[in-house]
């Protein structure tokens, strides 16, 4: 949640619970114009940082002007309040997210006379809030699943022109290396049994397969996976925050993100730590130790559920012979001097 006044903090922790689902507030600013990852939340925005200007609030049903920075929203379903025959546009509904007309927040930090702004954010919300409640309960994932499918599929005939080009810098190769022709025959011989698998099915197979695996992945949503969403050719799924256990200590390794390529993971976390994890380089290259090969199957085959899967218990394992760093470090507590 984003770091507000105390008051406005307190009375969004009882939405949350009265309404059973998580409610963000934010300030407006460009980057939320971008379409973000779906989250089983409510992401409620106010305007951005402005010097305040009158404006009109229902309150009361009576129409009070007050001092706060504001901004009408130009996008998503229009939310107005009526005060005898006029009509006043409070906030905008787009999904999830309800976008305020007013600095809700300058209210809580600023009380203006009588005005209260709980009550100012329930006479909105009541109007606003169950049309957002029910945008995140129908959620189909339709443009992550698109997005997936398109991803995965296109992926395999990436793969396989990469794999052509291979064989082909290879031939070159074994005419110029006679001594290495052995391995390079091998390795010929593996990479065109890749590209027959990869081959073997259909376009509609392979989108049908990478269906099912989004499936798969969407089942993971809201635990042990917050968010799962495409960036720059990668698969990025943010995990929850990991407690790993050891000897009997709980250590709390925050939340991670796993970026996976065609053929590489890499793992970040939002600890603060250096290493991500025990196991994991300051570069986020995972040391997966004898996992390595099933590792290596999972991606080659693109079975991303079972990846993340393995994944996630990958980072609830801790083994101090062969760790980056000592678990010890991970103890608020811990120091170097000890």
Not at 89 to 114: H, S
Not at 199 to 206: G, H, N, Q, V, Y
Not at 236 to 259: C, K, R, S
Request: some cysteine; proline content about 5%.
């Amino acid at each position: 949640m984003h770091i507000c006044h105390s008051a406005m903090q307190t009375y969004l922790a009882d939405l949350e619970a009265r309404h059973g689902i998580a409610i963000r507030y934010q300030r407006w600013s460009s980057r939320y114009q971008d379409k973000s990852a779906f989250r089983p939340e409510i992401e409620l925005l106010g305007p951005c940082s402005a010097l305040p200007a009158p404006f009109d609030i229902p309150y009361k049903e009576e129409v009070r002007k007050v001092e706060v920075a504001h901004n009408l929203p130009q996008s998503g379903e229009r939310v107005e309040m009526t005060v005898g025959d006029s009509h006043y546009p409070v906030a905008a509904i787009d999904g999830r997210r309800i976008t305020l007309a007013f600095d809700l927040e300058r209210l809580f930090e600023q009380p203006q006379g009588d005005l209260q702004p709980g009550l100012v954010l329930e006479s909105v919300l009541s109007l606003a809030l169950p049309k957002a409640l029910q945008n995140v309960k129908e959620y189909r994932w339709a443009d992550e699943a698109v997005r997936f499918i398109q991803w995965n599929v296109q992926g395999v005939d990436d793969q396989v022109n990469t794999w052509k080009q291979n064989v082909r810098d290879n031939e070159h190769e074994l005419e110029r290396l006679t001594s290495m022709s052995a391995t390079m025959v091998r390795k010929n011989s593996e990479l065109r049994e890749q590209m027959k698998a990869g081959l073997a099915l259909t376009k509609a197979e392979r989108e049908f397969k990478a269906k099912d695996e989004f499936a798969a992945l969407v089942k993971m949503v809201p635990a042990p996976v917050q968010t799962v969403d495409l960036d720059y050719g990668r698969l990025v799924v943010v995990l929850q925050p990991i407690v790993l256990e050891d000897d009997g200590n709980e250590y709390h390794m925050g939340a991670f993100t796993v970026q996976i390529a065609a053929d590489s993971v890499r793992i970040w976390s939002d600890s603060g730590n250096r290493y991500p994890h025990p196991h994991v380089s300051s570069d986020g290259v995972p040391c997966w130790g004898s996992l390595g090969p099933f590792i290596a199957k999972l991606l080659g085959d693109r079975q991303y559920a079972g990846l993340v899967a393995t994944i996630v218990e990958f980072l609830h394992s801790y083994n101090e012979r062969d760790a980056y760093r000592r678990i010890e470090t991970w103890d608020p507590d811990w120091s170097d001097d000890e």
